[in-house]
């Protein structure tokens, strides 16, 4: 058992207790890929899955055992991470909830507000967290939110889980999670978007699919690295590969006669506006 993880997983045995998910889907598979990566038995992972196809690949890929409804396996559960779509969540909820009313919940659906949940739980111990796909390899941004009768034992717990995908930042208050939603959660899908472009340009440039497709990540992960590394700020960096009157100085002129800057934040308020919109239309 690694040291990082350890504490926690030492009192989870103590008490035999486990970490329960509903819905086993994308987000659902990538914490807990996390968590068997830095340690976590098997048997302390707990998922309700109604579709068989993606139990039978959890069983596979992560050895763990889920079940298509929720029963009494979830009485074990310290932590219930709810990992179902907006849409599914409050029907989940009734189904599960006369199982898990002690646990501490973790919420990462897009959204469904702190106060949806707690009603339809009965429980004030609700923590509300917005990952990415980078989970899948342990580079995941996560914005957490907790309501204010969570403890720091809780908040400690939560980070100790979501650390096992990547970062995390805590905001406190809770319609800022919309923001994080629209930047960071959806926003590996922004980044494919422009892989996706650069890779078709390359590719009427001549370059074969897979030198334009290699060049197009490679610049993403390299460039992200240096803003990551550097003390400088982006629009400094961005302008050290700008030649006054070069190649460059073409493309960005180009991108702002267009006004792709500001359109790209018009498209991350949009996601924002959808996330409020989740949890006016799902939430109760
Ligand atoms: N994907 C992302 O990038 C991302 C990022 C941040 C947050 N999230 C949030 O994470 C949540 C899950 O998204 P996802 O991408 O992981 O979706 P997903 O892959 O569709 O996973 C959801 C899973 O929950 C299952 N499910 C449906 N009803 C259920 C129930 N009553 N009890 C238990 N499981 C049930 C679904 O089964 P069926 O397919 O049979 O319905 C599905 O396998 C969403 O709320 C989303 O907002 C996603």
């Not at 009485?75 to 599914?88: D, E, I, L, N, S």
């Not at 800057?261 to 989740?278: F, G, M, P, S, T």
């Given at each position: 058992?690694?040291g ?11 008490m ?7 819905g ?10 996390g968590?068997?990566?830095?340690g ?8 309700v ?11 596979q890929?992560?050895?763990?055992q ?6 009494e ?6 932590v219930?991470?709810?990992a ?9 909820a009734?189904a599960?909830?006369?199982?898990c ?7 990462v ?15 004030e111990r ?8 980078p989970?899948l390899v ?7 939110y907790?309501r204010?009768?969570v403890g ?10 979501v ?14 999670l919309?923001?994080?939603?629209a ?26 699919a ?19 590394r550097?003390d400088?700020?982006p ?5 050290r590969?700008?030649s006054?009157?070069?190649t ?8 702002q ?10 498209a ?11 949890g006016d239309?799902?939430?109760r």
């Amino acid at each position: 058992m690694p040291g990082f993880w350890g504490r926690w997983a030492i009192d989870c045995r103590a008490m035999e207790s486990t970490i329960a998910f509903i819905g086993g889907g994308n987000m659902a598979s990538a914490i807990i890929g996390g968590l068997r990566g830095q340690g976590l038995p098997a048997a302390q992972v707990e998922v309700v899955e109604p579709w068989d196809e993606a139990r039978a690949r959890l069983a596979q890929q992560f050895g763990v055992q889920a079940q298509a409804a929720p029963g009494e396996a979830l009485r074990r559960a310290g932590v219930v991470v709810w990992a179902v779509k907006p849409q599914t969540f409050r029907e989940a909820a009734q189904a599960a909830a006369p199982f898990c009313a002690d646990a501490l919940h973790l919420s990462v659906a897009a959204g469904i507000r702190s106060d949806s949940i707690a009603a339809w739980l009965g429980s004030e111990r609700i923590v509300r967290a917005m990952p990415n796909t980078p989970a899948l390899v342990g580079l995941g941004m996560t914005g957490l939110y907790a309501r204010p009768s969570v403890g720091d034992a809780d908040r400690a717990q939560v980070e100790r889980i979501v650390a096992t995908t990547g970062e995390s930042v805590w905001v406190d208050a809770e319609p800022l999670l919309d923001g994080v939603t629209a930047l960071s959660g959806s926003g590996p899908a922004y980044v494919f978007f422009f892989i996706e472009a650069m890779t078709r340009a390359g590719i009427e440039m001549g370059l074969t699919a897979a030198q334009a497709q290699r060049l197009a990540v490679g610049t993403f992960r390299g460039a992200a690295e240096l803003a990551h590394r550097s003390d400088e700020p982006p629009e400094l960096l961005r302008q050290r590969v700008t030649s006054k009157g070069g190649t460059t100085y073409a493309a960005i002129t180009a991108l702002q006669a267009d006004g792709v800057d500001a359109l790209l934040v018009k498209a991350i308020r949009a996601a924002q506006a959808r996330a409020a919109e989740l949890g006016d239309e799902f939430g109760r």
